[in-house]
């Protein structure tokens, strides 16, 4: 049977790497060098293996399997093959094996490369990859979970119940028994993550998530081992980025698949699974900033230790947090046997790591002092404040009800308004940062050396912000209660986005002269010399982008519910809106489509036509496809809610202007594109695979020997 | 000034401190929403009138009513348990709901919200919602969220067809 195949495959895999932990332990101690180079081969090996085991799932899937309950959950027969494929992510068993692969390849990668200068590293990259892969198949494996994506369905012969069960338990058939295989189906995904979005989020996120255990397994080397230079950053610099552009692409995507399938007219909610996957990124992005002070003033070791070691334990509790998926409540987690077992391996990974971090405490100390306020590494110091003040915020948060029912015996919640109000500064703060910080000096910077290449961006900026302003007072109906806030933000990314520019046009600009050359190919050169530097000032920007679009919805959003009758007009927020039309029909997927027909207008002009649609799938599911007709300027935003049978004359609808928002997804493009400027490999000899580097060698000898 | 590098960092950093703290405490307090059941509700009366509250109870289904030309739906809610713990002894949330409903002696309290009526909307729903509680007792609700713990998808087929037979 290839369920019990797969199933046997996952045993193995997971033995393989609980011997890698103890084979690389055993060679540690012992020295014996054979024994760590069995723990790394025992490491890789997992690879081929949750391979095989994954594609052994797949295939159970594909072929329709229903006997195998993980199968029944996720898949029906009406699914397209990619869907059912991609289903492999959409449940809480299926999602556990896919990280665990996604960790064996990452860890295999990480372990192929030349460790020659490294040595004492790797045992202890290979313990803290295998552990982590241990616990995640063994989650998988351990019948006591109730995780295993091989289980089948057995029919009791005594009484007739159906459950799922590893192994086949006394008195019972396999179920569904030969009769009834061929109309057998399944449960089949939830409507609402058949959708292109939800297909990739996922794994973007998972993504995210396991790369960032790299970067921590070697610091966690590093502790252990005593080398407590900064040499653990400068070989996982590159596998940070990425872990990090993941980590923002997972989210990102997330907000665009709630801002065109969730139909609420927005793309964050600030639920408690949406913060989940928050906070990792909040540390990450400072672990990234603050790991750069490390590398250029030998500062805030101990800092850094902390923020890796805190994404870690954060990674987990996401993983945790946001399988239970978008639609179970809190509540479902206390049914799940593997919460407790995520709260004991978060526990006792975070309290090794800080009694590493605690032993190693003396040898970390800075090799120089801060003593400007406005040098680069104190401004960098304050950023990394800002963020964890923010991680602060959303832990509060989350953990408040709890609290409070602890303290008063009341429970007390607090919604979206509160990380609005609380997080609001600080993120203001923060882009205001992203501005001014690139510009002081690493070691001193004063007020005039930072006000030299501050002035002129910052006199266009204040023309910008009083150029916004007299537009908001010539269309009055923009000003709302945010308002001053808008302004404020408004000023701060304009600021920022300024600032940055002038950066990128000062310096091509320089070397443009200097060299001779074309601006565009100056611009081109400089970006290429010192990647780092400048794929940061363009992930800037991009935030910049992101952060008009953010001010654009959340502060200038307008809405409005109304019932309509065919043919009727109303006006909103300048656009003329028509019901013109109504469909109801039964698509070839036997699922009943609602689809209304909108003419929109603005000033007497036609310029779309929109069509919100109301979908029912056959199990009563709904699903609110909004029509959006989205530019640069705003998005206007259509939904037909809840439309119910009989009343096709007269259709409530929900209508969302949305001004800005566009740049929230433009933003991201850039935020890829700038990412990838600073981490694309540079020919920087040690980051070459070894076998490039061993060719160069002769030919050095041969040339030495002449 | 003759402060030393170190005093100075020290003086910034707790400035930013007391700012993270002052912004959670201060939002803390704007926008808590207190969590009560109807029985909790009834009891606080009219000290927390317009007050930011989320309430959740069982739906009466023959008090539903909608009119989709003004978009207001008007329904009556009775008094659930607020403690899983308690949900879990009574035989779960369906069952808990089930008794609401049937049994007359509980409190009761009508809402009132503005929006298209949700499909979840039934008898033996329950209804959580944030919005406020006006002079009369009757509940404002800007926010309705509905769970129907029989519509949770179950993870082992039901036993049907010919195997069942």
Redesign the interface.
Known sequence: MLADFGYGILVVAFLTSVYSVGAAFYGHFEKKQKWVESARLAMQLTFPLLSLAALDLLYLLATNDFNV?FV??VTSRDMPLYLRLTAWWGGQAGSLLFWSWLMSAFATAVTLRNWDRDREFLPWVVIVSSVTMAFFIGLNVMPFFEENPFAR?W?STLD?????YTFQPANSVA???P??VA??DG?GLNPLLRHPGMIIHPPMLYLGFVSFVIPFAFAIAALVTGRTDDRWIRITRRWTLIAWLFLSLGLVLGGRWAYDVLGWGGYWGWDPVEIAAFMPWLTGTAFLHSVMIQEKRGMLKHWNMILIILTYALIIFGTFLTRSGVLS?V?AF?QSNIGPAFFGFIGITFVTSISLLIWRWADLSSEA?????LSRE?LFL?NN??FI?IL??CF?GVI??LI?ELFTG??????P???E???G??FAGLVILMGIAPLSAWGHSTIKTLGRALWKPLIVTILVTIAFVAFAFTNREVINDYFPYAIIGFFAVAMTAFITLYEFWRAARARSRAQKENFFISLWRLAGRNRRRYGGYTIHLAVVLMAIGIIGIEMFQTET???MSRGQKIEFSGYTIEFKDFYSFKYEDNRWVNRAEMNIYRDGQFLTMLAPRYDVYPD?Q?MTIAGVRSTMIDDLYIIL??W?QG?AD?A?F?IYHNPLVNWLWLGSYLFIVGTLIAAWPDKDPESLPARVRGKQTPVYQSTSAD | MSQSPKMKFMVGGLLILAAVIYLIVSSTTASAQYFLTVDELKAKGNSIANRDLRVSGAVLGETIEYDPNTLTLKFVIAHVPGETAQIDDEGGLAEVLHQAVIDPSRQKLTVIYVGAKPDLLRNEAQAIMTGKLDENGVFHADELLLKCPTRYEEAVPEQSGPAGN
């Open positions: 309950s029944y959950e369905f029919a007739g119940s159906v459950n799922a179920f569904p028994t009769d009834m109309t057998f449960n409540s509540h206390a002092q801060m003593d400007s306020m104190a304050l404040l800002l003040g602060v915020v509060w408040f009800p409070s009341q429970k007390v919640t607090v919604g308004p509160f990380y109000r609380a997080t500064p600080l519910q109304v019932s009563g709904p809610v809840n119910e009343s007269l409530p929900k």
